[in-house]
């Protein structure tokens, strides 16, 4: 069965530290990835979307990695700013699925206290 | 442009009741999709239409039933709500597959808070 975890369910950091927030995957085959930011009360909003043969992609002071090979991506956040605060959610799309071809993670929880 | 609205925002029902959720795309998408969110787990896919004039059931279809009103209208309807829908409804809608430089994206509404009493 197709599965995305994620980890850290929840992290707590302090305004200007940086982060690294988990994916882990066990799609296949694999088409892509993306990154979404949820802000509390919103719908999810796309922060980076990788394929197969993109290791980085940078997106202002977030940046993904994604290693096909171990099938983990992380997404790490630089200087963070107290509108970092949200939810992230790691998406895998598998290669041939159709509309229906998405697998989502459960988030993790972010906040950024000043 | 206003991307993919839905109504209503919030809305509470009681157990029995019927209503229709609301989602109209002006980007001129070809596929949109309802999901459902709970806490503490992964947006869970409900139905999804891949172009005009088709849909097809997503993991949890059991309760629902939609309707692709044409190319920017999507509803999503419960016809005898029960708490176990308390959810948060979200609409989002596709760059058509297949091609195009962003992947497939998905955008999404602002959600719909419903709450069966």
């Known amino acids: 069965k197709n599965q995305v975890e994620q980890s850290p369910q929840s992290l707590i950091i302090l305004e200007g530290k940086n982060c690294t927030l988990q994916?882990?995957?066990?799609?296949?085959?694999?088409?892509?990835l993306r990154w979404y930011k949820q802000d509390t009360g919103r719908g999810p909003v796309s922060l980076t979307i990788?394929?197969?043969?993109?290791n980085t992609k940078s997106n202002g002071r977030y940046t993904a990695t994604l290693d096909a090979d171990t099938k983990q991506s992380s997404l790490h956040i630089t200087a963070s700013q107290l509108s970092d605060s949200a939810s992230y959610i790691c998406v895998v799309r598998v290669s041939g699925g159709g509309a229906d071809g998405l697998t989502f993670g459960k988030g993790t929880h972010l906040i950024i206290q000043p | 442009n206003a991307g993919v609205t839905q109504t209503p925002k919030f809305q509470v029902l009681k157990t029995g009741q019927s209503m229709t959720l609301q989602c109209a795309q002006d980007?001129?998408?070809?596929?949109m999709y309802w999901y459902r969110q709970d806490p503490g787990m992964g947006l869970r896919l409900i139905y999804y239409?891949?172009?005009?004039?088709?849909?097809d059931k997503g993991e949890v279809p059991n309760g629902y039933n939609v309707s692709r009103l044409n190319k920017r209208e999507f509803s999503l309807r419960l016809e005898s709500a029960a708490p176990s829908q308390t959810s948060v409804y979200f609409c989002a809608s596709t760059y058509p597959l297949g091609g195009g430089p962003r992947y497939n994206e998905q955008f999404f509404g602002p959600g719909t808070r419903l709450t069966v009493l």
């Open positions: 980007m001129n998408h070809n596929s």
């Open positions: 990788m394929t197969f043969s993109e």
């Open positions: 239409s891949a172009s005009e004039g088709t849909t």
């Open positions: 994916c882990n995957y066990t799609v296949s085959p694999f088409s892509n």
